[in-house]
């Protein structure tokens, strides 16, 4: 059965290493109100970390792991994993680390934020639950931990969801302007490169966070509860060095970690990814305007499709769930799962 669907999968997006862009507006489909209460965590110890996590759904279920960004935490899963377990699959949600009640073992660790890191965290998650393979998805630094696995882990990935494409990034060419609009949005990242920044992410972690909500997603309207569900994950107390870290990193400004160094020199070749994926945009994306998908045209070596979401900014999981889960679910069912 699996065969059938990955074949079916393989012809909708052409054939080979074909691309079917999308440039049509696909319609935000809603799973109605959103849930309420928060999501039950567990901890496992995977790696550098103790990880929180989420998980619902079938044990045996095929699994799938959903990935926030930043500064958002699990609960923007919080109507995609109910929709993906109730088709039968595993479903896991992770903090990812600085993030929620993940917690680092060793107080002499880095609290690196670096890409080849939270890349890292993902496949040592996939070890400590002894999970061969799975379909990897998430947006902004989510996105970018599941492009990197994804990547250097081909084995791991049985398919790719990543919003706005291919999130790996070309740290030789952070000195590189963006136009103006985009740097505007990006204001954060310059903020955090100071310490005047690191002092008010100290001070202000939840305002700060309330204001690049807005900015990221202009057309949400996300209530009260809904944000103070997902602050509670920024007061974990390595938040604010991996945030800083992070940023100071991939603008140049910090130096990467020498245990990364290896999967840093290999990510700075922008490697392609070969899984099946489906790479989305919102066309209400506050941070990067949604396009046709044709940048990342060799980047996706796999059947690939690109769709652009209506109702979608940039957190575009809680925002339009069901566009997400489907995607999700779309490549589970056509995966070429190993046994």
Sequence with gaps: MFQTNRRRFLLSAAAGSAVLALDGIAPALAAGPQSSAPLAVRQIKAGLLDVGYHETGPADGRPVILLHGFPYDIHSFVDVAPLLARQGYRVIVPHLRGHGTTRFLDAATPRSGQQAAIGQDLVDLLDALRIPQAVLAGYDWGGRAACVAAALHPSRCAGLVSVNGYLIQDIAKAANPAPPAVEAGFWYQFYFLTERGRAGLTANRAGIARVMWKGNSPDWRFDDATFARAALAFDN??????????????????????????????????????????????????????????????????????????????????????????????LARSADWRT
């Design 237 to 330: 107390p390595d938040y604010v060095d991996v945030v800083l870290h992070s940023y100071r990193h991939r603008l140049g400004h910090a130096p990467g970690f020498p245990e990364y160094a290896r999967q840093e020199a290999l990510l700075a070749a922008a490697p392609a990814i070969a899984a099946p994926a489906i790479t989305l945009d919102g066309l209400s994306d506050g941070v990067i305007k949604a396009t046709d998908g044709s940048q990342w045209q060799g980047k996706f070596t796999g059947p690939w499709q690109h769709r652009r979401i209506g109702g979608a900014g940039h957190n575009l999981p809680q925002e339009t769930p069901q566009a997400f889960a489907d995607a999700v679910a779309e």
